[in-house]
């Protein structure tokens, strides 16, 4: 799938939701300091869509996002995966790989993360995965993550 193709598919599957309210956002209980700064950080968002910025404050703590907390920041972050400012800066993408990529450890909280996802979104999800694998970045530097990655989400019966 190209990525014309993909971003048609991603605003297909994945519409805008609400905001989470406060601590329904967080995956741990209030002992989880990353989750306490991440509701702080985020308190200035608060529409549908989350902008780039906000994207780069939880890219690297999607662990401590819920359920909700994920289906409010996916669709914002996978469209922004697919720009070109993404393509420049390329930690979100990759973050985002490898957090679709849990080692057998973390598989349990992984899929407890994406229950909140349909099932026309998780195939997105793996269209995601092989669009990443196209791309010349993705394909030289982590192509064993997407291919785990891949596999977990297929794994995901719904
Ligand atoms: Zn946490």
């Known amino acids: 799938m190209n990525t014309e ?3 048609i598919k991603l605003e297909a599957d994945f519409s805008f939701v609400d905001k989470p309210v ?3 956002i967080c995956f741990h ?3 989880c300091y990353q989750c306490s700064y991440l509701i702080d950080d985020l308190l ?3 529409g549908r869509e989350i902008p780039p910025q906000a994207i780069r404050c939880v890219h690297q703590e999607m662990s401590c996002l819920s359920a909700k907390g994920w289906r409010w920041v996916l669709p914002s972050y996978l469209r922004y995966c697919l720009t070109d400012e993404a393509r420049y800066n390329e930690m979100e993408t990759e973050f985002l790989i490898y957090n679709l990529a849990p ?3 973390y598989k349990a909280d992984t899929h407890q993360r994406l229950s909140g996802l349909n099932k026309s979104q998780i195939n997105c999800l793996i269209e995601f995965l092989n669009w990443c694998k196209q791309q010349e970045s993705w394909k030289d530097y982590c192509l064993e993550e997407i291919e785990q990655g891949i596999i977990f989400l297929s794994s995901i019966k719904l």
Request: aromatic share 14%; proline share 0%.
């Open 22 to 24: 406060y601590r329904s």
């Open 103 to 105: 080692s057998d450890e």
């Open 44 to 46: 200035i968002y608060k």
């Open 5 to 7: 193709a993909l971003v």
């Open 29 to 31: 209980t209030d002992e």
